[in-house]
């Protein structure tokens, strides 16, 4: 190539030289591999305009998405021990931290804030799945807790949006923890009557479906997420039976009373809010506790 860069007048050489230009530019749907420019997906909310397939985004995004513009206020990650258990398997778990934070630019697998849906004030907790797996530690379980506190304080909402593969094995019995610690706290919530609305999305599975994450007044699923305990092919293999079609999958989930609602993506917001003004109804609140 060295001929080449020779006649390139130097205003191209600027252009070719730019190494993440085709990555910026452009993003390929993981279900149909239709290539997406990367503004029109953006606009579109991150959903495949071929197959309408909703692609994983981050925390950051889906703050975006949710809360109005100019009322994002995030909160200060809550400060746990890194890597109690000194764990390592292929690599030290404190690298793989290391490594995770430096990808995803983020404390850990939860990212919590307030702000407003539609002018609704709200407490706003979200996993990050690209930070190992969107895994339940102890800083994800102070997180939660964290955040639920600013709900109860404020006497707000709190929304979670979870996308997990469940609790992080390499915390151990410490991660298990977080699960009955967090259920604690939405029973608090509970008995203040403050709305808990859950946000299913693809995947969300293990020990966040089995606490808190399937503990909400209300359940909203993305369409055709991933949300169960074991994954399917687990189950498969366990009970030696085939599974039926979608099986674990958001649409069956509804038709089997487990969530309340499927809803596209850029349908989201407006739900949501209906559903808070219908939750934040004194009338209806005090007809249902005589």
């Given at each position: 190539?060295?001929?080449?860069?020779k006649?390139?007048?130097?205003?191209?050489?600027?252009?070719?030289?730019?190494?993440?230009?085709?990555?910026?530019?452009?993003?390929?749907?993981?279900?149909?591999?239709?290539?997406?420019?990367?503004?029109?997906?953006?606009?579109?909310?991150?959903?495949?305009?071929?197959?309408?397939?909703?692609?994983?985004?981050?925390?950051?995004?889906?703050?975006?998405?949710?809360?109005?513009?100019?009322?994002?206020?995030?909160?200060?990650?809550?400060?746990?021990?890194?890597?109690?258990?000194?764990?390592?398997?292929?690599?030290?778990?404190?690298?793989?931290?290391?490594?995770?934070?430096?990808?995803?630019k983020?404390?850990?697998?939860?990212?919590?804030?307030?702000?407003?849906?539609?002018?609704?004030?709200?407490?706003?907790?979200?996993?990050?799945?690209q930070?190992?797996?969107?895994?339940?530690g102890?800083?994800?379980?102070?997180?939660?807790?964290?955040?639920?506190?600013?709900?109860?304080?404020?006497?707000?909402?709190?929304?979670?949006?979870a996308?997990?593969?469940g609790?992080?094995?390499?915390e151990?019995?410490?991660?298990?923890?977080?699960?009955?610690r967090?259920?604690i706290?939405?029973?608090?919530?509970?008995?203040?009557?403050?709305?808990?609305?859950v946000?299913?999305?693809?995947?969300?599975?293990?020990?966040?479906t089995?606490?808190?994450?399937?503990?909400?007044?209300?359940?909203?699923?993305?369409?055709?997420?991933?949300?169960?305990?074991?994954?399917?092919?687990?189950?498969?293999?366990?009970?030696?039976?085939?599974?039926?079609?979608?099986?674990?999958?958001?649409?069956?989930?509804?038709?089997?009373?487990?969530?309340?609602?499927?809803?596209?993506?850029?349908d989201?917001?407006?739900?949501?809010?209906?559903?808070?003004e219908?939750?934040?109804?004194?009338?209806?609140?005090?007809?249902?506790?005589?």
């Open positions: 190539m060295n001929w080449f860069k006649i390139v007048p130097p205003g191209l050489k600027k252009i070719f030289s730019k190494r993440s230009s085709t990555k910026e530019l452009w993003l390929k749907c993981n279900n149909c591999e239709s290539m997406l420019f990367h503004q029109d997906a953006k606009e579109n909310l991150y959903v495949c305009n071929e197959c309408d397939n909703h692609m994983r985004i981050s925390a950051k995004e889906r703050f975006n998405q949710l809360l109005d513009q100019g009322s994002i206020k995030y909160i200060e990650d809550p400060i746990v021990p890194i890597d109690p258990l000194k764990f390592r398997d292929e690599k030290k778990y404190i690298d793989r931290l290391k490594d995770s934070k430096k990808k995803t983020i404390a850990d697998s939860v990212v919590i804030g307030y702000g407003s849906i539609n002018k609704i004030n709200v407490t706003l907790a979200v996993h990050d799945f930070f190992m797996g969107g895994s339940l102890m800083a994800a379980g102070e997180s939660i807790i964290k955040a639920i506190k600013h709900s109860l304080d404020n006497h707000c909402p709190f929304i979670l949006c996308s997990s593969g609790a992080r094995m390499q151990g019995i410490l991660s298990l923890m977080q699960m009955p967090t259920t706290m939405i029973q608090v919530l509970r008995e203040r009557k403050i709305p808990y609305i946000l299913l999305t693809n995947p969300t599975t293990g020990g966040v089995a606490s808190y994450a399937m503990l909400g007044d209300i359940h909203i699923a993305e369409p055709n997420a991933l949300i169960g305990f074991a994954g399917p092919r687990v189950i498969q293999d366990t009970i030696k039976e085939n599974l039926p079609d979608g099986f674990q999958k958001s649409e069956y989930l509804l038709d089997h009373g487990m969530i309340d609602m499927v809803s596209h993506r850029k989201l917001k407006n739900n949501i809010t209906t559903i808070l219908i939750l934040m109804n004194s009338d209806i609140q005090k007809s249902a506790s005589i």
